[in-house]
């Protein structure tokens, strides 16, 4: 098997996604475009695609972020969905899949950093590839928009401050607008990153400070994580011989 990250910021890190497929001893390549390196020519020789986050949206500009090609990115993800490849995308990486397939992103209603639960909806509970995060589960949450709804896509799991934590566009399409990859690490990276939004937690009903940030235990939803990517994988395989 073969993973391809496109990475947007190094604070933006793969975290347990990474951890996953180098455990399975899976080929790991990247496109870490912060750094200049270029965007998969084609999509032949991946299996997953999985689209990371970062502070841009849909609709930055490369005016604004020279090394953000949002256009160019829908188009590797819709190469990917057509050819049948299993697309996983996160945070920022959920919108640009919801846009490349049709579907506007939008704000979400709370501002959310931390770690704080989300429940799954009907079509959640009985999903096959979600069935063990049961009725409701804590993850991360790193966000202020959230992915478009295509007309055939399932809304999984909901917060209180955003209604589309996560959304299955496909039996190989996903959209995690939680981050259940955050670590530790990872979360260290995040919080060098984002003094403003957290120093302004107390406005905010679901932004947590530093100190809380610090003090989670990120290792059970990494589990759920690596549980939903094995599912994934085996559903991958059986319909590309894989």
């Known amino acids: 098997m073969r993973v391809h990250f496109i990475v947007h910021e190094s604070f933006e890190a793969p975290g347990a996604y990474e951890t996953w497929a180098r455990k399975k001893g899976y080929e790991v390549t990247f496109s870490r475009v912060y750094t200049g390196e ?3 020519s084609s999509v032949e020789g991946i299996d997953f695609l999985i689209v ?8 930055t500009s490369i005016e604004t972020c020279p090394h953000f090609d949002s256009k160019a ?15 996983i995308g996160i945070c920022l990486g959920s919108q ?7 579907a506007t992103f939008d704000h979400s209603p709370e501002k959310e950093i931390g770690k704080f639960p989300i429940t799954l909806t009907d079509e959640g509970l009985t999903h096959p590839l979600f069935s063990h995060f049961g009725p409701s589960l804590d993850v991360g949450h790193w966000h202020n928009d959230m992915p ?53 937690a107390a406005e905010f009903r679901f932004v947590e400070t530093p100190d809380v940030l610090r003090a989670h235990d990120y290792d059970g939803m990494n589990q759920k994580l690596y549980a939903f990517l094995d ?4 559903t991958y395989r059986s319909r590309n011989n894989a």
Not at 52 to 59: E, K, N, R, V
Not at 150 to 167: F, H, L, N, W
Not at 231 to 234: C, D, I, P, Y
Request: glycine share 8%; hydrophobic share 40%; aromatic share 4%.
């Open 38 to 40: 270029k965007l998969p």
């Open 52 to 59: 990371m986050g970062g502070p841009q949206d849909p609709t």
């Open 73 to 87: 990115e829908q188009a590797v993800i819709l190469q990917a969905v057509k050819a049948g490849k299993a697309v």
């Open 96 to 102: 640009l899949i919801g846009e490349a397939l049709g």
């Open 148 to 200: 478009g709804l295509t007309p055939d896509a399932k809304v999984i799991a909901t917060s209180e401050g955003c209604p589309r934590q996560i959304v299955a566009y496909s039996e190989l399409v996903y959209g995690f607008q939680c981050h259940m990859e955050l670590t530790r690490e990872v979360v260290e990276l995040l919080i060098e990153n984002s003094q403003n939004d957290l120093s302004r």
């Open 231 to 234: 599912k994934l994988s085996e």
